[in-house]
Structure formats: C-alpha cells, structure tokens
C-alpha cells in the first residue's frame, strides 16, 4: 500500500468513525483471563471492534489511535466502559461472577467527564467497582508521571481497579509503576514470549507482590509459555492458548462448554 493509499484510508476512517460510534458498530469482544493456579475463568477483557461496512475488519491498533487524533475516542471510551460494566454486572448475577477490564486512552484520563462516566456506569450497572478494572499503557504515563498518579487515584477512590498495560512493551520502570500506585500489573506479551526474558518478568512479579499488586500475563499462546508464568507465581494469564477475543454471544457460549455456566 503507498502511503498516499494510506492517508486517503485513515482520512476516510476519521469521517466515518463518529458515525460508527454514533450507530454502535464498532462493538465489544471478550477475551477471558485465567488464575495461573487453578485455571478458573477470573475475568475478561474488552476489546474494541469495527467492521467497516466497504472496507471491512479494521484492527483497533489502526482506528483507536485515529480516534485518538480526532476526539471519538471519547464516545467509542464511554461504549466499551458501558459494555464492560454491563457485562460484569450480567456474571456478576450469575454463579460466575467475573471481573472486567476496559482500556482506557490517555486522552480519556485527561478528562473531567470521564470520571463522571465511571460513576454513573458503575451505578446504572450495579457491578461492584472492584470487578472493574481500568487499564492505562505505560506510554501513556511516561508523559506527566504526577499528573496522571493523581487521575488514577481518582479512579481507585471509586473502588476501581488501576492496570498499567503492556509492561515490558518499551522503556519500562518499575518506579514509574510504584509512583502510580497502580492496583495491577500487566506483563506485555514479549515478556511472556521468551524464556530468554524470564528473569525480567521474575522480577516484575516479585516486585508487584511486594507491593501488593496483582500481576496478570498477556499474550499467552503455548503451554510452556503457562507453565512458565506459574514457576514465576504470576497470578492471571490472558492470551489465544485461552481463547481469542470474541463476541459477547460467542463468549457466552465459550463459558457454557468450558465452565458449564
Ligand atoms: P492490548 O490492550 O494490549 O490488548 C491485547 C491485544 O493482544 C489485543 O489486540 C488482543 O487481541 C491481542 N492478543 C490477545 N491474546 C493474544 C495472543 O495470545 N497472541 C497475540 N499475538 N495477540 C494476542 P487487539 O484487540 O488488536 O487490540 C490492540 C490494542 O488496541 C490493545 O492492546 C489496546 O491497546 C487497543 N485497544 C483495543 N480496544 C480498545 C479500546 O476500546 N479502547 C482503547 N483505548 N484501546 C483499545
Ligand atoms: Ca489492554
Ligand atoms: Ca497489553
């Protein structure tokens, strides 16, 4: 593809993304998430999808950071935190009470109303905040470190869960996670890849114990990669040897086979 190709697609997907949002078709796929020690389904993660009626599947890594640019992320935000809590709060009245996680833009946390939307999601829903789980990308933090520790304790004051994504993905810095006092760790995928790697996801994870945080591995995709993260005492896993993020009505009948709820 020329990159003039490319600017035409990406102009086209910022006219049409308001719109998407706006009709709800970019909608919300679930990706489960273990405990590494028992292997129970412990919770799901949302992730945004949009099938472009002439263009077809546009991966999120291409319309979210355009959304970004052009202010829809905060509609396309408030459609999957609503999804996410709409779908903690239906297992939560099930036997299967499951937590969920919906990650949220830099842009969001900058945001007065954002924080509004969290409380009036969380009551509208009636899930109990702490199945919520808020998920923000170190990059996004790199920026004003102090400035986003105080959004993020705004969001824990609500009982909510604060996950810090993608850890190991760049310039990582355990400081950086003890100074947003975040509630979870998320080890990125090339943590979770390689064995060459293990001694840094070991430390990762002792160091968020110390700490008291929770520690979940991504992009788990072979059963060495699952044996690995329990050797390291890691405490959820997430990835395709799982399941693949599907949606809600494929989730539902995923649970069925797999739990039996
Ligand atoms: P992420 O938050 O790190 O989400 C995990 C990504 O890894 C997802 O890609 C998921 O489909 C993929 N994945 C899961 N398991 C495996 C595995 O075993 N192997 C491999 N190779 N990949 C796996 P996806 O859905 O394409 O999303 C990409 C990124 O887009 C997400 O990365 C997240 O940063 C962003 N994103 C997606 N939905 C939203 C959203 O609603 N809001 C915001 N702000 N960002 C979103
Ligand atoms: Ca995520
Ligand atoms: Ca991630």
Redesign the pocket.
């Known amino acids: 593809m020329t990159s003039s190709t490319r600017e035409h697609i990406a102009a086209r997907l910022a006219v049409d993304l308001p719109v998407a949002v706006r009709d709800q078709a970019i909608v919300p796929f679930l990706?489960p998430q273990i405990s590494v020690s028992t292997r129970e389904v412990i919770g799901v993660?949302?992730?945004?999808r949009w099938t472009h009626p002439e263009l077809g599947v546009i991966?999120?890594?291409v319309f979210?950071p355009i959304a970004e640019e052009t202010g829809a992320?905060h509609g396309?935000?408030r459609l999957?935190l609503r999804a996410c809590c709409r779908v903690g709060a239906f297992w939560q009245q099930r036997s299967q009470p499951l937590d969920v996680a919906?990650?949220?833009?830099p842009s969001q946390l900058a945001t007065e109303t954002f924080y509004a939307e969290v409380r009036e999601e969380l009551a509208d829903s009636g899930i109990d905040p702490h199945r919520l789980t808020v998920?923000v990308?170190e990059a996004t933090v790199i920026d004003d470190p102090v400035v986003t520790a105080g959004r993020l304790d705004r969001l824990r004051d609500l009982g909510v869960v604060v996950s810090i994504?993608?850890f190991g993905a760049g310039h990582s810095s355990l400081r950086r996670v003890t100074d947003l006092r975040a509630t979870e760790l998320k080890l990125d995928?090339k943590l979770v890849a390689e064995a060459a790697t293990e001694k840094l996801a070991q430390a990762a994870i002792e160091f968020a114990h110390r700490r008291g945080m929770r520690t979940v591995g991504?992009?788990?995709?072979t059963k060495e990669q699952l044996a690995r993260l329990q050797r390291l005492g890691c405490d959820r896993a997430?990835?395709?040897?799982i399941a693949?993020?599907v949606s809600e009505t494929r989730f539902s009948g995923w649970m069925r086979e797999t739990v039996g709820v």
């Open positions: 990706q993660e949302v992730l945004s991966p999120p890594a979210i992320i396309l935000g999957m919906v990650n949220v833009a998920e990308t994504d993608d995928r991504e992009g788990v995709e997430q990835g395709y040897l693949k993020p």
